[in-house]
């Protein structure tokens, strides 16, 4: 079954202990990327990856980390979390087409994060 | 200016109803556009890509307009389990390779 999968589901946790999510994808996409998702903003693009070793910003990257060693799997790490940081989070995963467009992306089913 | 907008609704209406939604981007480079539906909570879905010469699945419509910068999503003979927030998704923004969801604009059928 195509999926992506994303753990843990739920963590509750303190400020500044680092903590690490994790994302896999089986469809072989080229494109993976983080959102954070609170009430009122919408989905806010966190980083984002086009390939192996290949990461870029989004739009809110403060406080995160991304690395992208597998085709399959990208992780977000929060090196030392804050409050501002609890939120719910999604992986996605989508072909990448030359030319620059984007293909429709797949979600996890997320990641709620409250960091006291 | 946001870089996709979106109204935020809440759209309230019968079953059966037409609804409309529409949503703005502001870069013209754009060039993949799709409208996504999330349910309470849940991850967001596909429901469909956007063409430029417009493009149907059913009872949901979709169309976009370059000049004006603007996609709409039309669906028809509205069923409950239409209710859902529905997000307007364009790549761009500074760069091609980012993905910009609109807000959303949440939709409540009632029977």
């Known amino acids: 079954e195509a999926q992506v999968t994303q753990n843990p589901r739920y963590l509750i946790t303190v400020t500044g202990k680092k903590l690490t999510v994790t994302c896999s994808q089986n469809m072989n996409h080229e494109y993976m990327s983080w959102y954070r998702q609170d009430p009122g903003l919408g989905l806010r693009q966190i980083y984002y990856s086009m390939n192996v070793e290949v990461t870029d910003k989004g739009d809110v990257p403060e406080g995160y980390k991304v690395s992208r060693k597998e085709k399959r799997n990208f992780p977000l790490i929060l090196e030392s979390p804050s409050p501002n940081q609890t939120s719910l989070y999604f992986c996605?995963?989508?072909?990448?087409?030359?030319?620059?467009?984007?293909?429709?992306?797949?979600f996890g089913d997320g990641t709620r994060l409250s960091i006291l | 200016r946001k870089e996709v907008e979106q109204d935020p609704g809440p759209f309230n209406v019968p079953e059966g109803a037409t609804v409309a939604f529409n949503c703005t981007y502001s870069n013209s480079a754009s060039q993949s556009f799709f409208w996504y539906r999330q349910d309470c909570r849940k991850e967001p879905k596909l429901l469909m890509s956007?063409?430029?010469s417009g493009n149907e699945d059913g009872r949901f419509t979709a169309q976009l307009n370059r000049a004006s910068q603007y996609i709409s999503l039309l669906i028809r003979d509205s069923k409950l389990s239409d209710s859902a927030t529905y997000l307007c998704?364009?790549?761009?923004?500074?760069?091609?390779?980012?993905?910009?969801f609109g807000s959303g604009t949440r939709l409540s059928i009632r029977p």
């Open positions: 998704v364009v790549n761009g923004g500074s760069s091609a390779s980012k993905i910009i």
């Open positions: 956007v063409y430029s």
């Open positions: 996605a995963s989508g072909r990448w087409a030359s030319g620059g467009s984007n293909q429709p992306q797949h």
